[in-house]
């Protein structure tokens, strides 16, 4: 076997990308106004069906903006899965609130909503589903739930463009969802992150904030504070392009899915993503989960893996070990659930620019590491 090197991720970038953003360089409109702002926003929001989208400089600059567009701030609760990217935690935290964690679910990886109803209390303000790798969360019943509590739903959709629940795109069921356009996920501007909301008050304050808070009829006058987490005419131009390509993009997705499953299922020990009933999963990520029936451990697979030159990700640690949770909130409750994922989980190279090649050199990696 040739060695080859296969990355996790390496993204795509369109030839109609490419044309915008030159287009956007040559009429000098490469900072925060020009025109591919308004018409990225407008497509994205047609695209996930809603009345709002605003563009913003990052998948976390979204979340901070949309949960203090929300109102949430200090002495307030908000409950997030155990399991997730922590930027959906540190925006939490940067707003003043507190977050409260709940275990995931071992098939989905997604929270368990069942878990979510004793965690509420006095201070929570919203719950923030994270749709993991792809896969929505169950959201009828999280809808159920926040509306009996009266609470807020932000759904952090940065690894979810495009994929349903039912028959709803993912981040327009909740009061606000949150898009992320880092380089990995499914469109990307680079670095950017998108808001979108059927809610006029939510866009409006959202706005503001995302543009320091200038009052609308008087610049240059505060009354509260805001930030510069403005995307750029060039971002924009960049995702507007992007975005033209989402339909062969997801068609990607599910090509890696199929060629992946039809290799690797017979290989004993290895549990390969799932998709259920009520959900449209775009395999934002293929995961894997390395059980006791392998012959190695995840961390021993990803070595052998690496040893032929296939680069993997370990999946995301439980948010409540990081020491800097620890640190702050010193949080006694473990969640076996997320921490046995966190341990176990890894996903294979999955990037819009894999080749059928690629992917075979992956499989037959795998395979000879399962035979060691
Ligand atoms: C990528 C990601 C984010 C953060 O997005 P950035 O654009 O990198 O700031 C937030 N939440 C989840 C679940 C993500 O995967």
Known sequence: MINM??????PVVTPAAKKYVADAMETGWVSSAGPYIGKFEKAFADYIGVRHAVSVTSGTAALHTALLGLGIGRGDEVIVPDFTMIASVFAV???????????????TYNM??????KKITKKTRAIMPVHIYGHSVDMDPLLAIAKQHDLKIIEDAAEAHGALYKSAKCGSIGDVGCFS????KIITTGEGGMIVTNDDRIAQKARALKDLAHLPDRRFWHEEIGYNYRMTNLQAACGLGQLESIEEFLAHKRWMTAEYRKRLEKIKGLRLPITKDYAKNVYWMYSVLVTDD??????GLRAALKNQGVDTRDFFHSSARQPVIQKLYGVKERFPVSEHIAEHGLYLPSGLALTQEQLDYVCDAILSASRS
């Open 5 to 10: 090197q296969v990355p996790v991720n390496a």
């Open 93 to 107: 935290i940067y707003t003043g609130a507190t977050p409260v964690f709940v275990d995931a679910e071992a098939d």
């Open 112 to 117: 368990d909503v069942s878990l979510i109803e």
């Open 181 to 184: 356009f880092y380089g990995n």
């Open 294 to 299: 392998f012959p190695l451990s995840r961390d």
